[in-house]
């Protein structure tokens, strides 16, 4: 059996490709889904106050770190011979994309992110939310966290898609199509 006809993706080389691609892919969800938070809501600078350094900077490499993190989890939970139909093609990984960033909106925002502003000793968060106090900046801020999470969902599931399936490539990523 040729390298190429290997699909389980029991060779190390593959699944190694495949963990890189997730990581990849949610470095670059990341960057679009922080983009939503920075300029829906400036949001970087809470976010970089979660490792008491609130700076627009920080805020940005503690997401794009998390977000690289979340990459691979997607590849953990999903690479699965389960998911393997789904993994198949570029509609069924933006499914699992999106999936997989409601997930996350829910842990991150209803235990992760609770957990965080607990252990700095804060009460609540430095940004109105549902559904006090004032009824339109709660709702923009659940409105832009949202969208948010959709963007990360959509763009993880296609690049991930970009980088392991030769039918969903991208013509400008640089990445090989051989031997996906």
């Not at 922080?34 to 503690?62: K, N, Q, R, S």
């Not at 925002?109 to 004032?134: C, D, N, R, W, Y």
Request: hydrophobic share 55%.
């Amino acid at each position: 059996m040729s390298h190429s006809d290997r699909s389980d993706g029991s060779e190390p080389a593959v699944a190694g490709r495949r963990w890189r691609a997730g990581a990849g892919s949610g470095l670059a969800a990341g960057a679009a889904m922080g983009a939503v938070l920075h300029f829906g809501l400036g949001l970087m600078p809470t976010i970089g106050a979660l490792i008491g350094v609130e700076t627009v900077l920080a805020g940005w490499a503690v997401h794009l770190f998390n977000s690289t993190l979340f990459g691979a989890l997607f590849v953990a939970l999903f690479d699965r011979p389960f998911f393997a139909e789904l993994r198949g093609d570029v509609g069924g990984c933006l499914s699992l994309g999106i999936i997989h960033s409601a997930l996350l909106g829910v842990l991150t925002g209803g235990l992760l992110l609770p957990a965080a502003i607990a252990i700095e000793g804060a009460t609540s968060l430095p940004v109105p939310t549902l559904p006090v106090p004032g009824l339109t900046a709660g709702f923009e801020f659940g409105v832009v966290i949202a969208v948010a999470h959709l963007v990360y969902g959509v763009v993880l599931g296609r690049v991930f898609a970009a980088f392991t399936l030769a039918e969903g490539a991208i013509d400008w990523l640089p990445i090989d199509a051989v031997d996906r």
